[in-house]
């Protein structure tokens, strides 16, 4: 089954104008064998006529036999009362003198012939021509019409297959820019020019992505709320807690602890949820600067340097380049930043950590790279949902992936997760962003801690 519709079109309109080629051409053919065989049979009644106009007299008396070209016509008159003919161009062919007037098919010699009787007061006069070379005549002239259908066939399917292609050459850009559309590009298709056919289809496009639009942005604008109203009660409960800390008995102290854990993981949920509204906000003009890679993979080492030297690891960059790209520096740096952390979650102590830079077409990724336990390859698809967490034992709000995901989006740029393929066990995970210049891979100091 032919599923891409170009394909169907070219060879639904292909089959179409074949079938019309094909039958205008037997048309042609049988027209032209029809034409041509009227026309023989004209010239042989103007023969007929010019020998009773006196061209009878002119034929040689006693014509040699086998002097006459096979291919052309035969006359004979004959005189009343007399028993052989009064003249004849091949005296070996013995045409019945009996034949009735007008078109007849006479066998003579073991060959059919085409034959025109013309009575006459004076005489009578018969003209004929051989069948086969009749056939003959008219297949040469009728095969000459097909030739141009023959030719023009070809010629058509590759006109069928360009038309098609130019008139479906504006439902490719229309999927190029669906295809475009994500959560952070909900921009409605262009309606200008567009073939009437298909406006039922762009405008309930449109609609769709105006619904969506309207729901993600109510979904943002409640999460932001919500995270918002929230955050001012934890804050008052967590300085509530700190003042009641002096003052709570001994025995009470684990119990109390927890209860301060708890508030410390709700106000870490609620600002992961806030960084997600705003990942996932439009740009709406937010100013743009040239951010160097080098400095947001540096910076971003050195926020987890204190909780990585204290549980014994190695975390380094290197291999870096010199890239820079067109962004918000503290979205870039907050992408980053959650790799990192997340490798230091994940990794156990006296694990090690790698960063690096690489260029990649027109994209400059940064890997990081951890020695941790790696993850289920059936769940590593799920990896960027919100709120999905690989291992429920590791403290999280499952929202780090799901934020450098959105990051990465909304600047261009992709980002992936998978375990190592070099024999040993953790995660390495890429995110890359559209270099704003060339630039040229230089080597830095390895920074490692």
């Known amino acids: 089954m032919i599923k891409s519709l170009k394909n169907q079109l070219v060879l639904a309109l292909g089959l179409l104008v074949s079938v019309i080629g094909v039958v205008q051409g037997v048309s042609s053919y049988q027209l032209s064998k029809t034409g041509m065989s009227a026309l023989l ?21 006693n014509p040699a036999r086998g002097t006459q070209d096979e291919r052309d016509v035969v006359a004979v008159v004959w005189k009343p009362g007399e028993a052989l003919p009064f003249r004849t161009t091949d005296p070996s062919l013995h045409f019945p003198r009996d034949a009735q007037p007008g078109f007849s098919g006479v066998d003579v010699n073991g060959e059919h012939w ?50 098609v292609r130019r008139s479906l050459r504006q439902l490719n850009e229309l999927g190029e820019e669906v295809r475009a559309i994500d959560m952070g590009h909900l921009q409605p298709l262009p309606t200008v020019g567009v073939p009437t056919e298909i406006a039922p289809f762009i405008h309930s496009i449109n609609t769709m992505i105006e619904r969506l639009a309207t729901s993600i942005e109510k979904e943002r604008k409640f999460i932001a709320d919500a995270a918002h109203e929230l955050r001012t009660p934890l804050t008052a409960l967590q300085l509530q807690a700190d003042n ?34 705003r990942a996932d906000a439009p740009m709406n003009g937010a100013p743009l600067a040239r951010v160097n890679i080098a400095d947001v993979v540096t910076a971003a080492v050195a926020d987890v340097l204190p909780i990585a030297l204290s549980r014994g690891m190695d975390i380094g960059a290197e ?75 590791i403290e999280g709000s499952g929202l780090g992936l799901s934020i450098v995901k959105a990051i990465a989006a909304r600047y261009g740029g992709d980002v992936t997760l998978k375990n190592r393929s070099d024999g040993r066990s953790g995660i390495v995970a890429s995110i890359g962003f559209p270099v704003e210049e060339a630039s040229e891979s230089v080597p830095s100091p390895a920074l490692n801690l």
């Open 114 to 163: 085409r034959m025109f009787t013309r009575q006459e007061p004076t005489m009578t006069i018969q003209v004929a021509q051989r069948s086969s070379i009749r056939r003959e005549i008219t297949q040469e002239a009728a095969t000459q019409t097909l030739w141009p259908i023959a030719v023009l066939l070809p010629l058509v399917w590759i006109a069928v297959a360009l038309v």
């Open 244 to 277: 009641l800390a002096p003052h709570i008995y001994p025995g009470n102290q684990e119990r109390f602890q927890e209860l301060r854990k708890g508030i410390a993981r709700s106000g870490k949920l609620i600002t992961q949820l806030l960084r997600m509204a």
């Open 41 to 61: 049979d004209m010239r042989l009644e103007q023969v007929a006529a010019r020998l009773r106009d006196g061209l009878a007299d002119s034929l040689p008396k």
């Open 319 to 393: 291999e870096m380049v010199n890239a820079h790209v067109r962004a918000v520096e503290t979205d870039i740096g907050m992408a980053v930043k959650n790799l990192v952390s997340n490798a230091v979650r994940y990794t156990p102590d006296g694990g090690t950590i790698d960063l690096r830079t690489r260029r990649d077409g027109d994209m400059v990724w940064i890997d990081v790279v951890d020695t941790g336990p790696g993850i289920d390859e059936a769940l590593l698809p799920r990896v960027f949902d919100r709120f999905f967490r690989a291992n429920p034992d």
